[in-house]
C-alpha cells in the first residue's frame, strides 16, 4: 500500500506524489482518497484508494525493470529489424496503430511503453515521422526519462540521453 509522500506512476501521465489522503462522502458512503500532485505540471487529481489497481496506479520501477528495458532497446537495436517484420507495420493505418499505443500506455507497463519508444525510434529511420506520430514519441520519451530519472536518481536530461543513445546504436546496427 502507499502512503503519504510516495511517489507513484499514473498511467499515461507520469510521476505524482500522493500528498494527502482525504475522505469524502460520496452517495452516503464514506471514501478514501489519494490526492496525486503530478510532478511535471500542476495538475492535482483524486483517485479512490479502492480503485488505484484498476487504474493502474503503481509504484515506481526497479532497477532491474530499468536494466530490462534499456536490455529491451538493445536487443531490438541488434535485431535488424524493418518494417515488414516488426509490429511498427510501415504501412499500416496511424489511427489503429495509434489505438494499440494507446492501449499499452494505459496499462502503465513500462516495457510495453518502451516498445512504442522503441517502435517509434526504428521507424523514424524509415521514415519521416508524422506531426502525431512526432507528439507521441516526444510523450513517451518523457514519461520514460521521468521515471528513470527517479529510479535511478540521475537528472531527466541523463535520463533522455540514455534512451537517445540506445536507440542511436540501434540505427547503426541497423543500417549495417
Not at 37 to 66: Q, W, Y
Not at 130 to 148: D, M, T, Y
Amino acid at each position: 500500500m502507499f502512503t503519504v509522500n510516495d511517489k507513484v506512476v499514473y498511467p499515461g501521465h507520469g510521476v505524482a506524489k500522493i500528498n494527502r489522503i482525504i475522505q469524502r462522502s460520496i452517495a452516503g458512503k464514506l471514501t478514501e482518497f489519494f490526492e496525486l500532485k503530478f510532478l511535471d505540471s500542476e495538475m492535482t487529481i483524486l483517485v479512490p484508494v479502492s480503485n488505484l489497481a484498476s487504474i493502474g496506479v503503481r509504484k515506481i520501477c526497479s532497477d532491474v525493470i530499468i536494466k530490462q528495458m534499456f536490455a529491451k532497446l538493445d536487443e531490438s537495436a541488434s535485431s535488424k529489424e524493418d518494417c515488414s517484420d516488426s509490429s511498427i507495420q510501415c504501412g499500416s493505418n496511424w489511427g489503429k496503430r495509434l489505438k494499440k499505443y494507446q492501449g499499452k500506455i494505459s496499462t502503465g507497463d513500462l516495457l510495453k511503453i518502451c516498445d512504442i519508444y522503441r517502435d517509434l525510434k526504428v521507424l523514424a529511420t524509415q521514415k519521416e515521422l508524422s506531426f502525431g506520430e512526432k507528439n507521441l514519441l516526444h510523450k513517451i520519451e518523457h514519461l520514460l526519462a521521468q521515471e528513470i530519472s527517479i529510479a535511478t536518481e540521475v537528472d531527466e536530461e541523463n535520463a533522455v540521453a540514455q534512451l537517445r543513445s540506445r536507440c542511436k546504436q540501434g540505427r547503426k546496427q541497423i543500417g549495417a
